[in-house]
């Protein structure tokens, strides 16, 4: 495994780049380094004992969070809980 350095700038800074994605006909931008990132965070994390890569709560909370837009969406009504 390569040794990182957990002080070093964000490993895709400077070579980003985006590939645009369209769903339902809108056009949004996607970084295309977005595995390789995590990757890296993850590897600086566990180098450093930080904790700063997202993990499963996360995730389960942005799940939410999409899942309260789209009932908010087909209901017309502002969703006051994530559950």
């Keep these: 495994m ?5 002080r070093s700038a964000h490993p ?9 994605v369209v769903v339902a006909g809108l ?3 996607v970084p ?3 595995a390789p ?7 600086r994390d ?9 993990g499963f709560h996360h995730a389960v ?4 969070l999409v899942a309260a837009v789209e009932r908010a969406t087909q ?3 502002r969703q006051r809980n994530l559950n």
């Design 37 to 43: 990132c995590s990757y890296a965070s993850l590897a």
């Design 27 to 29: 056009s949004y931008l």
């Design 75 to 77: 209901t017309g009504e």
């Design 12 to 20: 895709t800074s400077s070579r980003r780049s985006n590939s645009p």
């Design 61 to 64: 909370h942005n799940s939410r």
């Design 46 to 54: 566990l180098a450093a004992g930080t904790y700063y890569t997202p």
């Design 2 to 6: 390569t040794a990182v350095n957990p």
């Design 32 to 34: 295309t380094q977005l």
